[in-house]
């Protein structure tokens, strides 16, 4: 049965190829829309007040999106893969490692095919559509009556800018998931399951709250109001963190969980690991204004000051309750501080940034020292813990301290909760994160039955006890000789 | 002759080193070893998982001396290697038939 599967999902592929060629050497001259999507409503006036002659590329946004997509593609490896990786036990280190850099290639291969369009695509506020597709309307052209090449423009910068800064993103957000079924999932499962969840999990999510969707903040079709979220509360926290849950859940508890030696085996890895996520989360957040202009340094301040205060709150709560201030704790600390700001991170002042990473630390401290271990569910590195409690949070208070003083749209009148903008805003964050968590549990539990039922999630035991990297590539982390 | 293992704690093999090179004493065997004694390795705590570790890293020595020497050894390594906390490590002390010099031939206390 299971040759039979493999055989059938070979030639899926393979016609996958095939049509690719044939589409795009058949595509009749890329045809710009006119309508241009872009990150949020204020990021667009932005946009539109930045750039000189109103339409036109800008040398120096462009440059710093550029940085930007660099930044957050740096992230995932070495920063993530480093990361996880000296989290896990030494035996399953490269499984994690390859687990992040083969997602780097594979979620761009499905980002270039169809993901950029069915994120970015049209103004249908439930799904994208093709415009984008294979990458047209996106690459460069040649007008035959301008007698010039044409790069189609995103507001001030290139459109393969904005491509490749939103499709380093879709790369980050089910890495940040294998956090979850680390040291167990089989390798094609994995492969799998990334490809289903970014198609039909993140492409929507993303449509809907950047891209004039049901989410999207101030929109004709949003619900309850849409939601603020800069750079992926919603979209990239929330979405895997709860995802990573269900995979926990469903994957089931490592062997010997709760009884082996299950100790990070290189926290030396996890913290320039740690290091490099924070580095990196300044293109993130930052490049998220898709502008070098003001909103962008108050989104890096912000987002510096919230992982700051992340880290100390997190190592503070293990000074108090443990007598010492661990180094892991402190470097997941900063991920939660840095996680809670993503949403709010165009949107509020750096002091109440201060006050959301220490909360953030603290909750999702509580989450991960205690929740899980009362639960018991095998959260292996706390993708859960960290990037679904961390993203709730930071989405929830997003309708707290979000600002007129930072937030464009609200034209002179307060919004968040604690300038006095009244609770409508907190209400679109929650319903926003309600409806996000109840989407992607839905889609992923159906996803990961799926894939349960066609070709199994889990490694046999046997190649769990072995390790991932013999078992599973072949290779070994550590010879030395 | 006797021979004297000593467990002590990794900090205080220079002082240990040291004290027993002003006695006079210039040989010794160095090695890391792991154990545990009465009080039972340590807890380790990873985002609030605990783990017990067993076997705690300690330094063991072994010196060769003269039955004349012995006291002043056993004497010099408890005054180096003491902290008076728990896990300060142990003494054990051997009887050696005979010692032999590979280099020379040499035999007894001349060899060592």
Redesign the interface.
């Known amino acids: 049965m299971r040759t039979f599967v493999r055989r059938a999902l070979s030639l899926c592929a393979l016609l996958l190829l095939v049509s690719t060629v044939t589409l795009t050497l058949a595509q009749d001259g890329p045809q710009v829309p006119d309508d241009l999507p872009v990150g949020s409503p204020d990021v667009a006036e932005m946009i539109e007040q930045d750039a000189s002659a109103g339409e036109g590329l800008d040398t120096g946004d462009n440059a710093w999106m550029l940085m930007s997509s660099a930044l957050v593609l740096l992230m995932t490896a070495p920063g993530l893969a480093m990361f996880y990786s000296g989290l896990v036990r030494r035996k399953n280190v490269l499984s994690v490692m390859m687990q992040c850099l083969f997602l780097m290639g594979l979620m761009t291969v499905v980002w270039a095919l169809w993901g950029y369009s069915l994120s970015f695509g049209g103004s249908d506020p439930y799904l994208g559509n093709m415009d984008y597709l294979f990458m047209n309307n996106v690459q460069s052209h040649y007008d035959a009556n301008a007698g010039e090449i044409i790069t189609p423009l995103e507001g001030t910068i290139p459109r393969y800018t904005h491509m490749l800064f939103q499709g380093m993103f879709f790369i980050i957000t089910p890495a940040l998931i294998c956090g979850a079924f680390a040291e167990r999932m089989k390798f094609s499962s994995m492969a799998l399951f990334s490809v289903l969840w970014g198609t039909f999990v993140y492409c929507p999510l993303c449509h809907w709250v950047w891209d004039g969707g049901i989410l999207f903040y101030g929109g004709d079709a949003s619900i309850a109001g849409g939601a603020l979220d800069f750079a992926g509360g919603t979209v990239v926290h929330i979405s895997s963190g709860i995802s990573a849950l269900m995979c926990a859940l469903l994957i089931g508890n490592r062997l010997g969980f709760g009884n082996d030696?299950?100790?990070?085996h290189n926290l030396t890895y996890t913290t320039l690991g740690a290091g490099l996520l924070w580095f990196g989360w300044f293109g993130f957040n930052a490049g998220s204004a898709l502008s070098a202009n003001g909103l962008a340094a108050n989104a890096f301040a912000v987002t510096h000051f919230s992982a700051a205060a992340g880290a100390v709150a997190w190592a503070a709560m293990e000074w108090i309750g443990?007598g010492?201030p661990?180094v892991?704790?402190c470097a997941?600390g900063a991920v939660a501080g840095l996680v809670c700001i993503t949403p709010a991170a165009g949107f509020v002042l750096p002091m109440p940034a201060l006050l959301m990473g220490a909360i953030a630390g603290a909750v999702c401290y509580w989450a991960?020292?205690?929740l899980?271990?009362q639960l018991r569910y095998d959260d292996s590195l706390?993708a859960f813990g960290v990037h679904g409690i961390g993203g709730t949070l930071g989405a929830i208070l997003t309708g707290v301290f979000a600002t007129r003083h930072v937030f464009g749209e609200a034209e002179g009148e307060p919004i968040g909760l604690y300038e006095g903008g009244g609770i409508s805003l907190l209400i679109g964050q929650i319903v926003a994160v309600g409806i996000t968590i109840l989407y992607s549990v839905v889609i992923t539990l159906i996803l990961l039955k799926a894939i349960d039922f066609l070709i199994g999630l889990r490694v046999p035991q046997e190649s769990e006890i072995r390790g991932l990297d013999l078992a599973e590539h072949g290779e070994e982390g550590y010879i030395f000789n | 002759m006797k021979k004297v293992e000593a467990i002590i704690r990794h900090h205080k093999l220079e002082d240990v080193k040291g004290a027993l090179n002003e006695m006079g004493v210039h040989g010794m065997t160095v090695s890391e070893v792991q154990g545990y004694g009465r009080q039972k390795g340590h807890t380790?705590?990873?985002?609030?998982?605990e783990?017990s570790v067993d076997f705690v890293p300690k330094h063991k020595i072994e010196i060769i001396c003269s039955d004349g020497n012995l006291q002043l050894v056993i004497d010099t390594i408890l005054k180096s290697a003491q902290t008076g906390q728990i896990g300060d490590g142990k003494l054990f002390i051997y009887d050696v038939k005979q010692a032999i010099r590979i280099r020379t031939g040499e035999m007894g206390e001349d060899a060592v």
């Not at chain 1, 030696?261 to 990070?264: A, Q």
């Not at chain 2, 380790?44 to 998982?49: D, H, L, P």
């Open positions: 030696d299950m100790r990070p443990h010492k661990s892991l704790g997941s991960v020292i205690r899980k271990h706390d | 380790e705590n990873y985002r609030g998982a783990y």
